[in-house]
Every structure is written in C-alpha cells, then in structure tokens.
C-alpha cells in the first residue's frame, strides 16, 4: 500500500497545491527555451523535489516519468571504486553525490558531469536540446565538487542544465551562486496543509476533520511530509477519528521528551548516566545527533516556559548552538550531546540558585 | 526505451542523427542561449569595468611578449572571459586548439596529473599558421607569439602540494609558455606562484558600468525596462555582472509569459500587445527573482530584538525566527542583511556595535562549518537582543 505522501503527491505543476505565483513562475522559465540553471531551495518537507519533478515534466512532457535506475562505478585516483547509482530517463538524471561522501563527491561531479555534458540529448524530437541533471543534497557537495561544477556549467550549457537542490544556500560556493537563478521554496503555511489534509479526505472518502486537520498542521511544524505521515499514523492507530484524537509522536520524539523531563527534575551525575543510554539508543536508531539536540533543546525551554525566565532559555539556546557546531567538527556525536546535558543542568542549576551566570 | 548510459544506443543514435538529411542535430541558435554565455566579451574591447587590466592587456598584443599572469577577483567580473578573449586574439580561432590548454576545477588537478598535461602540452609541436598567402593573411589578424598559453582557471582549488610541484613545471617550461591562473582568492595561491605573476585584480563591476552593459543587452534583446531596473540589478547582484544579467534573463522570461498568457484573454483589446517584446520588467519583479529578504520581514525580527517590552523577548524572537526560517531564507542571507542593518544604525552606541560584531563573526564561522541555521540564527538573535538590552 503506498503512503499518502506517495499516493497524492502531484505530478504537474498545475496540480500543485500552493504557492501557485511559484509555479507560474516555474512554468515561464520552462516555456522559454533558455531555461537557466536553478538552485532550488527551502526547508525539508516544502516540497521542492515535487516541483522540481513536475517542472521536468512541463519541460519534456510525460516521458520524464518514464526513469530506469542505473549502477554505475568510477574510479578515484588512488584507484579505489566508486558504485554509484543515477536515476535517470532519456531526457535528465538525478544523482546524490553526497551518497560517496565528502572526499569522493568532486570525482563522480568530475567525471560524470561531463560525460553527460558531451552527449547530445538522445531523442531527437526532445522538446529541449539540453539534458537536466538533478543533483539532490547540493549544500552538502565538498568545496571541491562544487568547484568542479564552475566551468562546466558554462561551457556545456547548450547540452547541459543543472537544477540544484538544497535546504539553504549558505554552503553553496558563491560562484556557483552566481551561475544559478536561486528559486526558494518557503514551507507551506499551516492553513495550507491544514488544505492539503482536507483535499486528501475527499480522494480517500474519508470525512473531513477540520479541527484534526489544523492541529496537525501546527504539530508538523510546516512541514507537509511529516503532516501527512502524522495524519497516516493516526487514520491507522484509531478506529475512529474524530477532532480530539490525540495525535501520537513518532517513537524517538517521545522519546527525547522523556529525557528533558528528567534533566529537568534531576540534576545529578546519576542522571545523566542514565539519559546517555537513552541518547545512545537514539543515535544507534539513525536520529541524525543534530535533530536529537535540536529537538532536546526546544523541550527543554518549553519545559521551562514555567518558569518563563528569558535570561534562561537563551541560555540553553546559546548552548545547545554551541555543541550543535561541536557536533559537526567533532566526530563523537554521543560526546557532545552529552556535554549538552550537562551544561543545562549547570545553567539550571545557577539559575535557581540564584546566582550569576558566570562560566 | 533507450537508456542515458547505453553507448550501443547512443551510438546508434548518433549515427541515425548523422546520416538523416533533417537537420536533428540542430546547432544552438541564439535565442536558446543563456544569455551570460550569448553575451560573454569576444575580444578584450568588450570587457566592461576592468578599464586599467583591458589597457595593460590590450599592449600585450602588440609587444611580442606576455609575463605569467595571476587574475583574481569575485565572481562574474570577467576573469575567465579576459584571458579567453586575450588568447583568442593572439593565436586566432584555428590555433587555440593548439596553442591554449585550459585546466580548471571540472579537471583532475592532482600533482602528476597536472605535471604530465603540462609537460605533454609544452613538448608538442608549436603550431604555427599555413604557410604561404592564407598565412600571411593570418599573421595580419593574429599577432601569434612563439608561445603557448596554459590557463589554470579556478586555481584556488587546486591543493597547495599541487600548487609547489607547479613551480617547477612553470621554470622548466618558461621558454616555450606562458602560465595564467585564475581565482577567487588571491591568498589562496601559494607565494611562490604568485610572486612569479603578475596581477591583475578584476573589481566587482561599478554600477554605471554594469549599468551600461545591461541597457546593451536590454536593447539587443528589445527588453523593455522600468525607470530603476538596472539600478536594481546592480544592487541585488552586488556587481557580478554575470548574476545581474542571469536576473536580467529570467525577468524578461517572466514578463513575457505573463503577458502573453493576459495578451490572449484580451485579444479584442485595443491594447498593442506585441508578444514578448511588448512586456516591461519592473524592480519589484527584480526584487523578487533576487533572493533579496525583504525590508517587513528583517525589520520584524529587529523589532522582536528591541528591548522593553511587557511580553517575553524569547518567545517573540522565537516565533520570527521560526517563521523565517520555515519560509526557507538562508541563514547566511539574514546574517549578512540584520548586519547590514544594524551596522548603519546611528542609534546604537559604539560599544554595543563592537560587541556585536563579535557575535556576528562568531555565527558566521559556525555557519561556514555547516552549523544547524535555525539555532544559528536563534542563537545570534538573542545574543545580538541582550546586547541591546544593556544598559
Ligand atoms: N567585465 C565584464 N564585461 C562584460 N561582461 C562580463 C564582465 N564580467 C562578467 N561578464 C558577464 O558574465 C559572464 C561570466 O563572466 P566570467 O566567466 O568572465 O566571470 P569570472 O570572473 O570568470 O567568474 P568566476 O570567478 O565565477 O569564474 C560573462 O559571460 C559575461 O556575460
Ligand atoms: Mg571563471
């Protein structure tokens, strides 16, 4: 059975369910026939790789649905072997390279861009002469790989196009910048998800639960993807749904809110002991260490909403950014959460004291 | 259906296209062109802005000699463009083939591999024009100095112990060529590179230059433009003309399909509706292609910052912070326009701004590590609020 996310998901831009100005937009740039190159960015769960696929149909009509996935190796200069996969139909191909990692991503840019880039486009009644390549993940290509991007974007423009996607633009090298038209891709509101939930209900012939609808639409955070795996969660846990049924959070959340309430209560080495096994178990269940502690840390400042001090959550904000950064550099993610743990337990700890914050 | 790496079927295909007589393999006309890359100088009369490098480069075509050459500046000011320009007037278009080589960050730099494509492309044959009339034709047209060109483009990638096997290279070979590196970053070349070069720096373009260039192009392409369009590109792209003529494109793009599409609905209208050519590109269209944050939503997040007030100043800054960044602007963009702004603020005092800066460079570096934004941003807010908050 295919999630609601799959099943629903729109593939054109006329069906796309908001930001309708974007999608005209959209539609002009692939109407014209020097389409630029694009760096399509915005939060995780907006919806930019649906866009990006419908933009690819209104460029080449339905055959761009037509995708067969291919195993490629390559090989680095230390002769190691690269297995790589590309998605790919006649007219573009989609590919990962964050997927080979940091030190190996500038060799598949190098080596398949152009490769690519010096084939003519298959079909020869192709709407367009250029090929697009979708690069999924494009904030987390190396310097390097994106470098190697720079002159290949401009010398093979007539058979090449790129669309780059990306949560934000603030690791994208400036000249790579310079070569893209930067489209952003805001979240959806909440009233929009609040629509997209409801518009499902009609295609499931469910009935419509406005008061569900809109308080997943908060709990999601702006995020559609997971508002429609919350609203699939709770169409299959209950029997009956109605306006209060409560909306479960996924397992690891619940579990990051058990461990703010007992730092929140406990203040101890004890403690601690026992909230590492806890972020231990998250972490072994694939919890990237940087949701964990984002997580943790808006927990924790709604646990003190209570107490309601400014000085206070700033506090622990200014810290969990501090080990966040930690976390990246650092390659002992278990460390610095746990570092975290501590450092609030300080700041607490000062605070109901009384005494200044001075460390 | 025929897969993207089938060679058999690529080349089958290819062979197809070939030998049918319809024209398949259709050259890219113009219209289809990007315009950057329709627009990109052909000779080094047609960079713009850069007027004392185009002088001092322009002599080099009469004197028989060239120094090794270190370009370096921001994007999209014209670097790689100048010495594409300056090779192809010296060597013409049938000798460029043989007499340039062109290495840049899409090629594989490692040290040996730079050192063979150098070595293989010095110790080839100097290619000289035909002899006879056609020759002599050609060597009017093309000065041809006995040298050839090698052109480390984007040369700030390229890893240091790359860079000092490369003094070598240049030394053994200095008879016969003639090195050109190009980057971003000057300070990113080793000194013994870059004291063997000398250099030209290619400023971010000026505004009544890049002006002048866009309103070019504007009319070649009979884009009509709003009182300040250019102005605004200018300022938006902060003076990489390459971004403002990219923008320059997609707005034209915008207006025309916009219009087209209201020039059906209205087709009795006595309005002359002359497909695309009749749609003006407005600043605010500008603005909205650029990327730019606008002023309402900065200055939401400047006044949740400010002090005094009854409601708490967390949870204010909180829910702007969030809201922005759900919205999808990029940290990096909010840093540099709330620094912006706070930086030209003749309100706020001295010290306060002098701490603030510290937090600003601070954030930043966390930023340029790959730091989650959304507590990046959280975080800088609020620090940047108690400092306000001081008394
Ligand atoms: N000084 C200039 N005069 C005219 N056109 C320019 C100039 N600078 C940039 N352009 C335009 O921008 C495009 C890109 O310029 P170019 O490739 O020379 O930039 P670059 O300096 O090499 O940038 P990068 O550092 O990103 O490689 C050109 O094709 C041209 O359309
Ligand atoms: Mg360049």
Sequence with gaps: MALLVDKHRPRSLDTLSYHPALSARLRALAQSSDFPHLLI?????????????????????????????????????????LDFTIVASVYHLEITPSDVGHT??????????????????????????????????????????????????????????????????????????????????????????????????????????????????????????????MYEAVRAQHEVVTADT???????????????????????????????????????????????????????????????????????????????HRIRLGSKHIFHLEAFVAKFMRIQESYLMGMDLDF | MAGFFDIKARKDAAAAASSSKAPTTKQETPRTQPWVEKYRPKTLSDVTAQDHTITVLQRTL??????????????GTGKTSTILALAKQLYGPDLMRTRVLELNASDERGISIVREKVKDFARSQLSNPPAGPAGV??????????????????????????????????????????????????????DPLASRCSKFRFKALDSVNAAKRLEEIAGNEGVMMEKGVTDALVRVSEGDLRKAITFLQSAARLVGATQAASGKVKEGDAMDVDGESGATVTVAIIEEISGVIPDDTISRLQSAMQPGKKTSRYSSVANVVTDMVADGWSAAQVVSQLYEKVLYDETIPDLQKAKITMIFSEVDKRLVDGADEHLAILDLSLRVADVFAEE
């Design chain 2, 137 to 190: 034709e050609y060597r009017k047209k093309y000065p041809v100095p006995p040298f050839k060109i090698i052109i480390l483009d984007e040369a700030d990638s390229m890893t240091q112990d790359a860079q000092s096997a490369l003094r070598r290279t240049m030394e053994t070979y200095s008879k016969i060529t003639r090195f050109c590196l190009v980057c971003n970053y000057v300070t990113r070349i080793i």
């Design chain 1, 104 to 229: 190996h991503d500038r060799v598949v840019i190098q080596h398949l861009l152009k490769e690519i880039a010096q084939t003519q486009q298959l079909d020869a009644l192709a709407r367009h002469r250029f090929k697009v390549v979708v690069v999924n993940e494009a904030d987390h290509l190396s310097r390097d790989a994106q470098a190697a991007l720079r002159r290949t974007m401009e010398k093979y423009s007539p058979n090449l196009r790129l669309i780059l996607l990306a949560n934000t633009t603030s690791n994208i090298i400036a000249p790579i910048r310079s070569r893209t038209l930067l489209i952003r891709v805001p979240a959806p509101s909440v009233e929009e998800i609040a629509q997209v939930l409801t518009s499902i209900c009609a295609r499931e012939s469910w009935t419509p639960i406005p008061a569900l609808h809109a308080r997943i639409a908060v709990d999601s955070g702006r995020n559609l993807r997971r508002a429609l795996l």
């Design chain 1, 41 to 81: 960015y915005g939060p995780s769960g907006a919806g930019k790789k649906t866009r990006t696929t419908a933009l690819l149909k209104e460029l080449y009509g339905p055959g761009v649905e037509k995708i067969k996935i291919d195993a490629r190796t390559f090989q680095t200069t230390s002769n190691r072997k």
């Design chain 1, 246 to 324: 409560p909306i479960a959070p996924p397992d690891w959340e619940a579990l990051v809110g058990v461990v703010a309430r007992e730092i929140v209560a406990e203040r101890s080495a004890a403690c601690i002991l026992r909230v590492r096994a806890k972020l231990y178990d998250l972490l072994v269940h694939c919890i990237p260490p940087t949701v964990v502690l984002k997580t943790l840390t808006w927990a924790l400042v709604g646990l003190l909403e209570e107490g309601g001090d400014d000085g206070v959550k700033g506090e622990v904000v200014r810290w969990s950014a501090f080990y966040e």
């Design chain 2, 62 to 75: 009469q004197a028989s000699n060239l120094p090794h050459m270190l370009y370096y500046g921001p994007p």
